[in-house]
């Protein structure tokens, strides 16, 4: 069924954070999640943990690029009243701000910016994506005023080749870790200008997933420090209920592993890969989130190794706007949706004769991922 559908060493001004902040799950038992890009590896464990572990409500925005797959949500969440899907980009500041609105958004999680995807393909769209539409998503979230936490997804790339300590400069050799920098800062910027409660974890380049082997070929260092997806959830949990203050927290394992002894183990070329104790450091977290990698790590890599090659969604998440659906193609085109099972709305507002604004409000509510118009292609009401 359709679902509902040259390098500048830079340091940032440290807030103080509060000692002692109230547990929101203390305040408010029951509050209304929105993770964006949640359809990725880490935002979709993170909306099971939310979903099984919590009774909260669930909204995910994606756009549906890079790697995402609607399935790797478990059908009863997808099909769960307390769980919603909104198809779009959070460079739409109108549509984030609606859903924001439309959900009565308590808790943020920003899970887009470490789409590693686009941001390698070009380093300008990388920068674009990762920077505007963060500033379009802090725009929203100021303008709502009601948003309690969020938290920011960041990565290890930050640091290049500095020290990997929250309090050390940041000196990214990559794209990706420039830009990530850079929706950083602007984030700082948001707190010390509207005392938003914003913060950001640095997980590390080592997730594994079924994207790591891809990540370790464009690794920048000889070593990676590696973190299972279900420790990467937990400490991502553990930080959005102190997120404020601009604050930020290292989530990663407590040792690195060989670039290429890891890729061979995954290829079933080698035993076991070598380790070291981490330059990654967790302490922080560890002494402010009581936050500590449990999971077995040779054995999450076997698991990564045993598995086959991931499945593509067979199923559609389109969301389709109509115009002109009343016609005899607008008709025979709803006709077919309906035996494919794709989800569409027939557009209540028509281009000219609606003003410009309704057309753009009704785009902004119904939240398409495609938009098509029949008006004028045959002859009928349509």
Same mark, same amino acid.
Request: include cysteine.
């Given at each position: 069924m359709p679902v509902k559908v040259e390098q500048v060493p830079t340091t940032f001004l440290m807030i103080p954070l509060d000692p002692e902040p109230e547990r929101l799950e203390e305040r408010l038992p029951k509050m209304s999640y929105l993770v964006t890009g949640g359809l990725g590896s880490l935002g979709s464990a993170l909306i099971a943990h939310l979903y099984e572990n919590t009774s909260n409500r669930i909204t995910v925005l994606d756009n549906l690029k890079g790697r995402t797959d609607i399935l790797q949500i478990p059908q009863r969440i997808r099909e769960s009243d307390r769980f919603t899907l909104v198809i779009g980009d959070i460079g739409n500041e109108q549509l984030v701000l609606h859903t924001l609105k439309d959900k009565s958004v308590d808790v943020v999680i920003d899970c887009t910016a470490r789409d590693q995807s686009v941001i390698d393909r070009s380093p300008t769209c990388g920068a674009r994506n990762a920077i505007q539409g963060l500033t379009h998503l802090l725009n929203a979230i100021k303008d709502y005023g009601q948003v309690r936490r969020f938290l920011l997804v960041s990565c290890q790339t930050v640091y290049g080749l500095s020290d990997g300590v929250e309090s050390a400069p940041l000196t990214p050799v990559s794209w990706r870790g420039a830009a990530l920098m850079s929706a950083e800062a602007m984030l700082h910027s948001y707190v010390v200008s509207y005392q938003l409660p914003l913060a950001v974890v640095r997980l590390s380049y080592g997730l594994i997933n079924?994207?790591?082997?891809? !990540?370790?070929?464009?690794?920048?260092?000889?070593?990676? #420090?590696?973190?299972? @997806? $279900?420790? %990467?959830? =937990?400490?991502?949990?553990?930080?959005?209920?102190?997120?404020?203050?601009?604050?930020?927290?290292?989530?990663?394992?407590?040792?690195?592993?060989?670039?290429?002894?890891?890729?061979?183990?995954?290829?079933?070329?080698?035993?076991?890969?070598?380790?070291?104790?981490?330059?990654?450091?967790?302490?922080?977290?560890?002494?402010?989130?009581?936050?500590?990698?449990?999971?077995?790590?040779?054995?999450?890599?076997?698991?990564?190794?045993?598995?086959?090659?991931?499945?593509?969604?067979?199923?559609?998440?389109?969301?389709?706007?109509?115009?002109?659906?009343?016609?005899?193609?607008? !008709?025979?085109?709803?006709?077919?949706?309906?035996?494919? #099972?794709?989800?569409? @709305? $027939?557009? %209540?507002? =028509?281009?000219?004769?609606?003003?410009?604004?309704?057309?753009?409000?009704?785009?902004?509510?119904?939240?398409?991922?495609?938009?098509?118009?029949?008006?004028?292609?045959?002859?009928?009401?349509?």
């Amino acid at each position: 069924m359709p679902v509902k559908v040259e390098q500048v060493p830079t340091t940032f001004l440290m807030i103080p954070l509060d000692p002692e902040p109230e547990r929101l799950e203390e305040r408010l038992p029951k509050m209304s999640y929105l993770v964006t890009g949640g359809l990725g590896s880490l935002g979709s464990a993170l909306i099971a943990h939310l979903y099984e572990n919590t009774s909260n409500r669930i909204t995910v925005l994606d756009n549906l690029k890079g790697r995402t797959d609607i399935l790797q949500i478990p059908q009863r969440i997808r099909e769960s009243d307390r769980f919603t899907l909104v198809i779009g980009d959070i460079g739409n500041e109108q549509l984030v701000l609606h859903t924001l609105k439309d959900k009565s958004v308590d808790v943020v999680i920003d899970c887009t910016a470490r789409d590693q995807s686009v941001i390698d393909r070009s380093p300008t769209c990388g920068a674009r994506n990762a920077i505007q539409g963060l500033t379009h998503l802090l725009n929203a979230i100021k303008d709502y005023g009601q948003v309690r936490r969020f938290l920011l997804v960041s990565c290890q790339t930050v640091y290049g080749l500095s020290d990997g300590v929250e309090s050390a400069p940041l000196t990214p050799v990559s794209w990706r870790g420039a830009a990530l920098m850079s929706a950083e800062a602007m984030l700082h910027s948001y707190v010390v200008s509207y005392q938003l409660p914003l913060a950001v974890v640095r997980l590390s380049y080592g997730l594994i997933n079924d994207s790591l082997e891809r !990540r370790l070929d464009s690794s920048d260092t000889a070593n990676v #420090n590696l973190i299972t @997806v $279900e420790d %990467a959830v =937990r400490g991502v949990v553990a930080a959005v209920e102190r997120a404020q203050n601009a604050e930020v927290w290292n989530i990663g394992g407590p040792r690195d592993y060989s670039v290429e002894q890891v890729k061979q183990f995954i290829n079933g070329k080698s035993s076991a890969p070598s380790s070291q104790p981490s330059k990654f450091s967790t302490e922080k977290a560890s002494k402010e989130l009581d936050f500590y990698a449990k999971n077995d790590l040779v054995k999450a890599l076997t698991a990564l190794r045993n598995s086959s090659q991931p499945i593509h969604s067979s199923g559609s998440v389109a969301k389709i706007l109509l115009y002109g659906s009343k016609g005899w193609i607008g !008709r025979q085109f709803t006709q077919m949706l309906q035996e494919k #099972n794709i989800a569409y @709305v $027939e557009a %209540a507002t =028509r281009p000219g004769s609606d003003t410009d604004d309704a057309i753009r409000e009704e785009i902004v509510r119904v939240a398409p991922s495609h938009v098509i118009s029949m008006i004028g292609r045959t002859q009928g009401e349509g």
